[in-house]
């Protein structure tokens, strides 16, 4: 069959002559904000840029790559560094092209497509994305008020529904808590579905699989450089599993999938201890002055609820985040919108406080609005 992917115009519609499965038919991207503004608060992304604070050493490391060259297949310099870091050995680490890459690795090579992936919801949404794109069966584990779930409640899921595979974030995403390790270890010795712990924020919080002795056979554990450590731009993540599970995921991945360049800024940034507790201690600085601030706000009507972070965000449950977030956004101030909430990167301390001031504002004007229309009823 010729495989076409331009569309063709017929009886004034839009259509492909190549079908696409039904499943794909349904996707949507994920979204990602473009809009311009002064201060962006929305992609939980580091204030601190180690293009500034470390510029010299990049410099000089991304000088030496030689761009006629492909790169270190294996990443051994990187993995080294990791594994130093993280206290694993190399051969347990797979760098990827973001955890994105391995996400979907795991998800189109160890389900087949008979098999049910278990996910919690509310989650990242890429986990269904990915999901549907590999026509892999999802169930769902349904979080409680606290956007929460147990060990008990995620292993009694597990039995329920058979599946092969549970894909979760910790901390939790989008409430920003976390399920302490002890509780993530009771999972994997519970069952023989291998289960996927997307630790994006861990840097932020104390609850690592990767402090534990020995990492289950059954467990893998992501991790990206995109948060803490301030690197979004290189997109640079890294699974960590059992030597079997490692050796897989090696086979898998495409040759040269992570660039020259990443593996040497990578490595720069790694390597550097006292500049990641540094920029650490400021971002939790930021967050706890945004969290005290927002706190203070939340009086239950229109800011309901703040929950306490183990991220560099806040999530703010609020039947007004669609008000908030464009009032917001007409001053230049980009934070993520959930519908009934808001979830904010901490920022600098000059953006946090601008934030606090207009989100002030913005809480005084629609108190107003709703007097007003309680009046005039």
Known sequence: MEILSRC???NGEMKMKYKLHETLQQLRPYEVASDECRIRLDANES???PGVLLKDKIIQAVSSVPLNRY???NCSLLRAAIGKRYGVSPDQIVAGNGSDELIALLIGSFLQPEETLLIPSPDFSMYTIFAATFGRKVELLKKDKNLEFTAEEAIKRLEETGAKAFLFSNPFSPSSTVLARE????????????IIVDEA?????DQTMLWDKEIPDNLVVLRTCSKAMGCAAIRLGFAVASYPIANVLHALRPPYNLNAITQAIGCVILSEEQYLKDVLEQILASRDQLQTALSALTDGDILRRTYTSDTNYLYVESEWSNEIYHRLKQRSILVRNFGCALRITAGSFQENEELIEQLTEILTEIKSDTNREDKNQ
Do not use: G, Q
């Open 8 to 10: 063709v115009l017929r």
């Open 47 to 49: 204030f601190l840029d």
């Open 71 to 73: 790169p270190d297949d």
């Open 183 to 194: 509780e993530v270890r009771r999972i994997a010795d519970a069952t023989d579905a291998l």
């Open 201 to 205: 924020y861990m840097d932020f919080s």
